[in-house]
Every structure is written in structure tokens, then in C-alpha cells.
């Protein structure tokens, strides 16, 4: 059996805290997952879906976009996936009554654990202009709604449709050709909170937005930098693919202010071997101060350049350009100024030096760690100079590998969910739906809560996704969002955007990934895309959580005969009832997707799947504005710390998936039963007069003088960098300046939070 959610709000931080461990996974990681799965979803339950998890026949992980191995163990996920199907699978349920007992005032004091922690939504539910409680609302209704308030606005601009990245191809698809048809580009997605900055880098340098290198390819490399990430916690299937390289003879470099556990050593569940004696991954460990990745690969690229010989002058000659102007910026690079902002030592970049030398085929990978800072683009774009300047893209063990987060989002992209759309993107789907779609850029994520604020945008839409706890400066987004005439979330689960409304509000509550999908065409599977751009079906099994719920295509092809009528020539019944229709008109738009249907089927008619093209990685052509990649040359930046103050990052614990809290533990971290913790330097510590176990508020100082507080977090005394201090996320979004984003992408600086700690008034 399952057991039943919490009744009172069991958030009691009172974190406890013990040495953080050196090593990943193993049998602690198989154990705590299946207490957390059984909780959720009973014993019998747990065994079924688990099972099916990244199976060929079974459904896409709803964990991370780490892709799939071609030879899948029977148990093909990890501690961390087998939560997130846990909490997706669970048999607890948010019903009419649920609401009815609690006005939405209650529910927006609780916790987002404990809201959470209350199970599947199974009612769509309206929030009326002016009352206390979501009442249950037909969906006919609930459509009914959504296009009163679309007929009400000055124009389609006033609307924005967000997306997180959980959303299937198919349902991707629809969502933004409805958003265009009814004449908006407002489509930002978690990815602008994510890894834009990676994309904005990568289009302008190797002319593709997407990592270059495939599972094999991390199995042939020399040498792996992994710069930024923490995959045990984040993409613990990584760990048996960096265990991989590491056998075949690859060493491996991790740059991190903190000493990730699953870096230092990982225990393989998968074989009994690992399990017990596990085995070191990382080779050196540069203890990195935030934000100082540009400096370190600037001063690297200048040691290759003085290097005779180290050079593919072939590949440079050939394939890029600009080499003479970066060079001349790298030749600059200063040593002193570097071991200022990276805080490392001579000798370590010496010997990182003479690793990368030593290494033929060198991948780079990297996740939020580069991508959320201001000068996260600039930095991105020095790597993409360091892998050319030895010829390390577009060929076998080499190349860049941005780490994606939710298991859609690539996808999701790649569909067309974008506020900056490509002009050929476009014009294919101008040819094939007979419309003109607008031109003019739409909001992202970060203009989006500006348009609301100002009153510019009035209907909020998301398609999945948490966008109050999740975006910055969460008392200015929460006041932005309380502007909106309608906010509607199209979601799984209950969390805190259901209760920050606008004057009306909707629920609408939909299929998950484990479960069955039936149209009138019969049983649908959907598709998606991997961090490596592999395709593949994904298909549910288990029962719907409700008999009331829809698929998100069948909500977006509803909506969109309701709200958009006799103006749209779209087949929006067809599409609703075969998913292959919809796949058929993905495979005309979108390059690469060619014989889709056929392509994702293997011979016997079940789920299959294939790699997309990706130019530089399978050819060695760089699609972008000089028809070769591009060296760029920007002047090295990093964060300067005022006296007394530290650099905070803000980041993930063990227990949580973005803003879905699974526990309040961080067991590699040492960290149990408590998140409102902030990890300093001993020595810092000493310096700001804190011991361990004192309490303090962050206080966020920015340029535009606001004071940003988030009260009682209790210190921990912990080994980063020295300057830097690290809290979670959602619980310091609070610090985060709206205007605080990287240059480019437009991404919420969330990892480089300048911060004074106070000691706590309750302390
Ligand atoms: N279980 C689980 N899995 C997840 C998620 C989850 O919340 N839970 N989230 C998913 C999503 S959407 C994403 S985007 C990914 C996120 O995956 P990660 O990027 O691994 O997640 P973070 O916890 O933000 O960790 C950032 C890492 O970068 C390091 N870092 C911070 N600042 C710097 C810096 O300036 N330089 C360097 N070199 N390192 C730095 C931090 O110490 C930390 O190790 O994970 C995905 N997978
Ligand atoms: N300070 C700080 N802020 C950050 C970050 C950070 O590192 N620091 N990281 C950023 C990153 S990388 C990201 S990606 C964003 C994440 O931003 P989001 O993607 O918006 O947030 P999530 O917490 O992943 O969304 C969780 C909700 O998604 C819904 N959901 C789950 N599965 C499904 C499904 O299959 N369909 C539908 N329709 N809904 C579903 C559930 O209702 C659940 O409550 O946060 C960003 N914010
Ligand atoms: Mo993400």
C-alpha cells in the first residue's frame, strides 16, 4: 500500500548535518529510491513501472535528458529517475474535495513540498474572479473561459504560452503552431532559464545549438572535462558513461567550486562489482571559484597557442575563422589575473596543461554550473575555442557536450518553441498550414514577468512547469502573475502557480508519461528528444491517474478549435484523435524529422527511434553566418567580490527535482532534514564571525539597490571554494534580481548571487 500524503505541513527545517560522502550511487542510492517509490506508488506498483522505465517498448524517463544506452539493462534508470516516476506514478490524489477543504489563501501558505506531497490533480478546477476556492469546472467550460478572456485582448501579443520541458514532441508541435495561428511568438520555456546561454553560444560559433558528441563518442574520448555539473545527482546514468570512458582509458577533469560526490567515485548499482569497491572518476579536481571558467579555458587556449605543435592548423585553416583575432586576444591572457579569478594554482593549470596535451580526442561537458551567469555566453564560446584549436568537433571521441536538464526540452526546441524563430522555420510552416505566422520576436521567460508586471501581457498559459518558484526574483513574479486577467496550468501535479493566480485562474489536469494514452485512433505513444538529439517513442502503460484527464495534445487541439474557430484550416480533430498525423506534419516542417512515422517504429511495428542530423558533429559543416565556426575573441570577465560579501549559487540538492521537493535530504551533501541551509568556507566563515549552526539571512546586493532577504538559513561549514557559497534553489529564487541575467541568452544569473549573510533575528 501506499501511504497517505502529509496532512500538516511537515516542513520543520531543522537540518541536520554530518560529513558529505565521496562517493555516488550503490546500494544506499537503490534502497532510498525504492522507499521513496513504494511510498508513493505500494510495492507491486513500484515493481511494474520501474520496469518499464527507458525500455524499448516502455516510456521515456521523466528524470533527465541523459540519453539511453544501446544495450539497456533490465533496470535502465537511476535513483533520482525512479523518483521522478514515483512522484508522476504516485496513488495519492488532489480531487474537488482536496479543494474544497482548502481555500486557495491556505494552500498558498504551504510549503511546495507539501503541496507536492498531496498527489495526482484529477478535475480540471476554476478559480472564479473574486473567490476563496477552486470548484470543479467541465472542460468545455474551461475552454469556454480561456477563449472569452483571448477574444478580450487588445492583441494576441497580450497573451504568453510558457513550456516546461517535460512536453512531448507531438504536443510541443501543436502548442506553438496554436500559438502562432493565433498570432504570437510569446513562447518562452524553462530552457531560457536553462541552457540558452549554451545555445546562443554554440548557433553563433559551430552553427547548431545542440552538443556534438553521442554516447560512443564519451566511450573513445582521451579526456572529458566535465565544467559545472552535478551529474549523481543531476544525470546519475552519466556516471556509468563516464565509468565507461574511464575503461577505456579516458581521464576525466571536473571544474567545480564543490566536490560532487558522484564525481569523486561512483558505486554502479548495475554491477554487483561496483556496487561494493566502486570506482574514482575524476583524475583532477580543480576547485574552481565561481564564474571563473572563462579566465581558466582563455589561459588554457593562450598555453596551447604558445605550445609548438599543439595546434590542428589542417582544421583551423580549413574549417574556422577569426582564428587571428582570438588568438591575439588569448596571446593576452594574464597568469596572475587568472589565478585571481579561478583561485586555482599555477601548478594545477600546469598539469590541467599538460592532460589536455597529452589527450587526441577531448570532450567538453558542462550543465548550470557555466550556463547561469552574466557572462555565461562569453564563457560557453571560449570552450567552443578550446575544443577548435585542436580540431576537437566533428570527429570521433571529441567535442562539445552541453548536459540538457528536463527530458523533453531539446525536443521541445527543436519543435519550435522559441520566442526568436528561425525565418525558414516559419516560412515551412507558413507552406504547410496555409497561414502567416508573425515575425516579430515574442517574450522570454524573463520579458515575460516585465510584460505582466507592466500590464502588458494579461493571460498567463503554461504548459507544465512551476513558472513562480522556478523564475527570479519570485516577489516581483509573484506580484506579476497576480496582474494577470487568467493564469492557466496545464500540469500533473499541484504546485505553488496553481495558488499565485491571476483574477481567474484554471487547473487543467493532464496524462503523465507512465500513463495509457487512447484516442479514437486507438493507443497513442508520443516522442522525444535526448541531450544527444536521438528520437524515440515513448509509450505509458499504467492506468490514468483520472478518468478526467487529457493528453496535452488532446488540450491543445481542444483549445484550439475552441479559441481560434473557423480561422484555423487545421485539422485539429484529426491531429487530436492519431498522433501519426501529427507526426507526418512534423516530418514536412521540421529537417531531419523525414519518415518520421516509419523511422520511430522499428521492423515489427513497435517504438523505435533515430539520431538527427547535427552538421559540424556528422560532416564537418558549420552552418553559420561564415559557413565555418567561428573563434570568438571577448574580454575575459568574472565576478568581483565586494569586502565581506560572498558569491552565492544557487543549486539543487538529491531530494528535489527543480522546484519538486521529493525529501528534505541531500545525502551526498551530508544534509538531512532541512533545505534552508547555506554551505560556506570554514575560513569565511571564521572571517564573517559565523560558527556552524548559527542561522543567517541572505541579503542580496544588487545594482539596482533592492534589498533581496532570504531569512533563516542555517550555516553549514562546508569544503567550497573560498568566496562562495552555495543554497537551493527554489528557496533562494527570492535573491535573484529579475534584471540579473547573462548577456545574449537573457538567462537569470542564478549561480552568481552577490550576498551579505546577517545573522538571523530568531537566532
Ligand atoms: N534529480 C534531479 N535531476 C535533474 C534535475 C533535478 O532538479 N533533480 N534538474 C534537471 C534540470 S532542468 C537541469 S538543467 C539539470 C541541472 O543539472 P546541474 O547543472 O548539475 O544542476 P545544479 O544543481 O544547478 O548544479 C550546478 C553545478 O555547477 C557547479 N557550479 C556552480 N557555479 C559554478 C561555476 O561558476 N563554475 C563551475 N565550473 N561550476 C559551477 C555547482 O557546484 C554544481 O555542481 O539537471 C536535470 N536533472
Ligand atoms: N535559482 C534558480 N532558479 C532556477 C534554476 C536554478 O538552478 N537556480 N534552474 C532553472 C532551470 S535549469 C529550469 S529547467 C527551470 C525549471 O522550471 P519548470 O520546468 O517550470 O519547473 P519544474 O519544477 O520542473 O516543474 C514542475 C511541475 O511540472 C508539472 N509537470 C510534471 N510533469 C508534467 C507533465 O508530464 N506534463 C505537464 N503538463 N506538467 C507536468 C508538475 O505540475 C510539477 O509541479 O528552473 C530554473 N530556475
Ligand atoms: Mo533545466
Avoid at 581521464?251 to 558505486?267: M, Q, T, W, Y
Avoid at 571521441?397 to 526568436?420: K, L, Y
Wanted: one cysteine or more; aromatic letters at 6%; proline letters at 6%.
Amino acid at each position: 500500500m501506499a501511504s497517505k500524503p502529509p496532512t500538516a505541513d511537515p516542513i520543520q527545517d531543522a537540518p541536520r548535518v554530518a560529513q558529505p560522502q565521496h562517493a555516488a550511487a550503490g546500494l544506499p542510492a537503490v534502497g532510498h529510491s525504492l522507499r521513496i517509490a513504494t511510498q508513493q506508488m505500494g510495492v507491486k506498483r513500484t515493481a511494474l513501472t520501474l520496469l518499464r522505465v527507458n525500455q524499448k517498448d516502455g516510456f521515456d524517463c521523466p528524470g533527465c535528458a541523459w540519453p539511453e544506452p544501446e544495450h539497456r539493462h533490465t533496470a535502465e534508470f537511476c535513483e533520482n529517475g525512479a523518483k521522478a516516476v514515483a512522484e508522476e506514478a504516485t496513488l495519492r490524489r488532489v480531487t474537488p474535495e482536496f479543494f474544497a477543504a482548502h481555500t486557495v489563501a491556505d494552500l498558498a501558505g504551504r510549503s511546495g513540498y507539501w503541496l507536492g506531497q498531496q498527489g495526482r490533480l484529477t478535475h480540471p478546477m476554476y478559480l472564479p474572479e473574486g473567490a476563496e476556492r477552486y470548484e470543479p469546472v467541465s472542460w468545455e467550460r474551461a475552454f469556454d473561459i480561456i477563449a472569452e478572456e483571448t477574444a478580450a485582448l487588445a492583441s494576441p501579443d497580450e497573451a504568453v504560452f510558457y513550456t516546461s520541458g517535460r512536453t512531448s514532441n507531438e504536443a510541443a508541435f501543436l502548442y506553438q503552431l496554436f500559438a502562432r495561428e493565433l498570432g504570437t511568438n510569446n513562447l518562452p520555456d524553462c530552457s531560457n532559464m536553462c541552457h540558452e546561454s549554451s545555445g546562443s553560444a554554440l548557433s553563433e560559433t559551430i552553427g547548431i545549438g545542440k552538443g556534438s558528441v553521442l554516447l560512443e563518442d564519451l566511450y573513445r574520448a582521451d579526456l572529458i572535462i566535465v565544467a559545472g555539473q552535478n551529474p549523481g545527482t543531476n544525470h546519475p546514468r552519466m556516471l556509468s558513461a563516464l565509468e565507461k570512458a574511464k575503461a577505456g582509458g579516458a581521464k576525466i577533469i571536473s571544474v567545480n567550486p564543490l566536490p560532487e560526490a558522484g564525481l569523486e567515485r561512483f558505486k554502479n548499482p548495475q554491477t554487483p562489482q561496483g556496487m561494493v569497491k566502486g570506482a574514482a572518476l575524476t583524475d583532477l579536481f580543480l576547485q574552481i571559484r565561481i564564474g571563473g571558467d572563462q579566465a581558466l579555458f582563455r589561459l588554457l587556449n593562450k598555453l596551447v597557442l604558445d605550445t609548438e605543435g599543439a595546434l590542428d592548423e589542417a582544421f583551423i585553416a580549413e574549417h574556422t575563422h577569426g582564428f587571428e583575432e582570438f588568438a591575439e586576444a588569448a596571446r593576452a591572457a594574464d597568469w596572475d589575473e587568472t589565478l585571481t579569478a579561478t583561485g586555482l594554482t599555477r601548478a594545477q593549470i600546469e598539469e590541467t596543461l599538460r592532460m589536455v596535451l597529452a589527450s587526441r580526442r577531448t570532450i567538453v561537458c558542462w550543465a548550470m554550473g557555466l550556463t547561469q551567469h552574466k557572462h555565461s555566453v562569453p564563457t560557453i564560446r571560449e570552450v567552443v575555442n578550446f575544443l577548435l584549436l585542436r580540431g576537437n568537433i566533428g570527429r570521433p571521441g571529441a567535442g562539445v557536450c552541453p548536459v540538457r536538464g528536463h527530458s523533453n526540452v531539446q525536443g521541445d526546441r527543436t519543435m519550435g518553441i522559441f520566442e526568436r524563430p528561425a525565418p525558414a522555420f516559419l516560412d515551412a510552416l507558413e507552406k504547410e498550414f496555409g497561414f502567416a505566422p508573425p515575425r516579430a520576436h515574442g517574450y522570454d521567460v524573463v520579458r515575460a514577468i516585465r510584460a505582466l508586471r507592466d500590464g502588458e501581457a494579461k493571460l498567463f498559459f503554461a504548459m507544465g512547469g512551476n513558472f513562480v518558484s522556478a523564475s527570479p526574483d519570485t516577489d516581483v513574479t509573484e506580484a506579476a502573475m497576480r496582474r494577470a486577467r487568467l493564469t492557466v496550468h496545464v500540469s500533473t501535479k499541484l504546485n505553488r502557480s496553481h495558488v499565485v493566480t491571476g483574477a481567474r485562474a484554471l487547473i487543467l489536469p493532464t496524462l503523465g508519461r507512465t500513463e495509457r494514452d487512447v484516442q479514437g485512433g486507438g493507443e497513442q505513444f508520443v516522442t522525444v528528444e535526448d541531450s544527444m538529439g536521438m528520437v524515440h517513442a515513448s509509450r505509458g502503460r499504467l492506468a490514468p491517474a483520472s478518468t478526467h484527464l487529457l493528453s496535452e495534445p488532446a488540450i491543445v487541439c481542444r483549445l484550439a478549435r475552441r479559441v481560434l474557430g473557423e480561422n484555423s484550416a487545421t485539422p485539429w480533430e484529426e491531429f487530436e484523435k492519431d498522433y501519426a498525423t501529427i507526426r507526418d506534419r512534423i516530418a514536412r516542417v521540421i529537417p531531419g524529422f523525414e519518415d518520421f512515422n516509419a523511422r520511430v517504429t522499428d521492423s515489427d511495428g513497435r517504438p523505435g527511434g533515430f539520431t538527427l542530423p547535427h552538421a559540424p558533429r556528422d560532416e564537418r559543416r558549420f552552418p553559420t553566418a561564415t559557413g565555418k565556426a567561428n573563434f570568438t575573441a571577448a574580454p575575459v570577465e568574472y565576478p568581483k567580490l565586494p569586502e565581506g560579501r560572498l558569491l552565492l549559487q544557487t543549486l539543487r540538492s538529491h531530494d528535489q527535482y527543480n522546484t519538486t521537493i521529493y525529501g528534505l535530504d541531500d545525502r551526498y551533501r551530508g544534509i538531512r532534514n532541512g533545505r534552508r541551509v547555506v554551505l560556506v568556507n570554514a575560513e569565511d566563515a571564521h572571517a564573517l564571525g559565523l560558527a556552524e549552526g548559527s542561522y543567517v539571512d541572505l541579503v542580496s546586493e544588487w545594482e539596482d539597490g533592492v534589498e533581496r532577504r532570504a531569512p533563516g538559513f542555517r550555516v553549514v561549514l562546508y569544503p567550497t571554494t573560498r568566496g562562495c557559497a552555495a543554497a537551493y534553489y527554489p528557496e533562494t529564487n527570492v535573491l535573484v534580481p529579475l534584471d540579473a541575467t547573462a548577456d545574449v541568452s537573457n538567462t537569470p544569473a542564478s549561480k552568481s548571487v552577490v550576498v551579505r549573510l546577517e545573522q538571523s533575528a530568531t537566532d
